[in-house]
């Protein structure tokens, strides 16, 4: 199921339209939380207790009333899973992004980018006029895209988390032109 946007890609078209979008199901899981678990406990060295935080979410996230933007998409290519990106409703005029992920093999290539805009088209048409979203400052790649779709920080916080000394940003945008 492609997602058709009124954006204009960077990247090379023929990349993106080598990747397809299901809607998000209850078997996407145990995929979303090992992607999780490679990446920030793995890699960035986040301790068990992130894995802990993730699976809550999912569970918090299969008993969220059914709404149009409570919703996920789980981004394939090649029939593999290489992305995903979650949204709830944040109030009467927004929506709210979590666990947004791209594989690191399909980093820097438009997928981001491309996931995140058919969240915020899914939101506009739903007639939510803000998109928010809160990251750490270690994660340099969503900040800098957050940055370039238009995304405003509206606050930073100081925080412990999963082993780490770090900063909270929230981030807000505008859906309207």
């Not at 805009?117 to 979203?133: C, F, G, P, Y």
């Amino acid at each position: 199921m492609s997602q058709s946007l009124s954006y204009k890609p960077k990247a090379n078209l023929d990349l993106l339209m080598s990747y397809s979008f299901t809607p998000y199901q209850s078997s996407d899981n145990a995929w979303i939380l090992d992607q999780h678990e490679r990446h920030y406990v793995q890699l960035v060295g986040f301790d068990d207790s992130f894995t802990h935080v993730v699976q809550s979410w999912l569970e918090q996230f299969q008993n969220l009333p059914t709404a149009p933007c409570n919703h996920g998409w789980i981004a394939w290519h090649r029939e593999q899973r290489v992305g995903c990106i979650l949204s709830r409703d944040d109030g009467p005029d927004g929506v709210r992004v979590h666990l947004f992920y791209v594989h690191p093999s399909q980093r820097s290539k438009g997928l981001g980018k491309l996931l995140l805009s058919t969240l915020i088209e899914n939101a506009i048409q739903h007639h939510k006029t803000k998109t928010r979203v809160q990251t750490y400052n270690i994660h340099h790649e969503a900040c800098q895209l957050y940055h370039r779709l238009g995304f405003s920080i509206t606050e930073e916080m100081k925080t412990h988390d999963y082993g780490h000394a770090l900063r909270v940003l929230c981030f807000e945008k505008d859906n309207l032109p």
